[in-house]
């Protein structure tokens, strides 16, 4: 008989993504909101009115937010790349040897669900291995979240850029289309 017992009872879902939460938060990136710019001294909810220098501080401060985010996604997928390969072979390997040992013993073919779920009760390595890509999942996630709304201001603040390039080459008689 399969045994439903959790192995490691400390762990959860919900408890994945707390931990997620706490990796972002220890990385020292400010959450994404409006007031983030505060500390800097600058108002994003004014970013029309700002003068070319505050433009600079803000492409400055959300470009280095940026780079360092793509840095840790980068870190993040390879390590997540790493243990979901590391959790196939070793699945694949129990699968076989579960069939193996049936066959051997003259039992019946187990279904694909029965076989999952035989690996995971004999293998607790392949239990905990899965439970690491869940949290790593969340934490990738969680993180490129927070990379693509620090993408989308500094899109935002380089378009006004743009505009007010634009806005001097066309006052100066220049783009003449």
Known sequence: MISLENNNPKWTPFKALSDADDFVQNLNVPPFSKDVTKEYGLDFTNLMNSDNRK???FLTMYGGYRAYLEYQLADITSKKGAIEAAFDEAYATAIYRLADERET??????????????????YSSLK???QEII????IHTKVSGLLNAYKAAYDAISRV???RSLGREVSKGGFNG
């Open 55 to 57: 433009l600079e501080e």
């Open 105 to 122: 013993l003259g039992k019946k073919k187990l279904t694909r669900e029965e076989v999952r779920g035989a690996a995971f009760d004999t």
């Open 128 to 130: 905990q291995l899965r």
């Open 135 to 138: 949290e790593q999942q969340a």
């Open 161 to 163: 850029v743009t505009l």
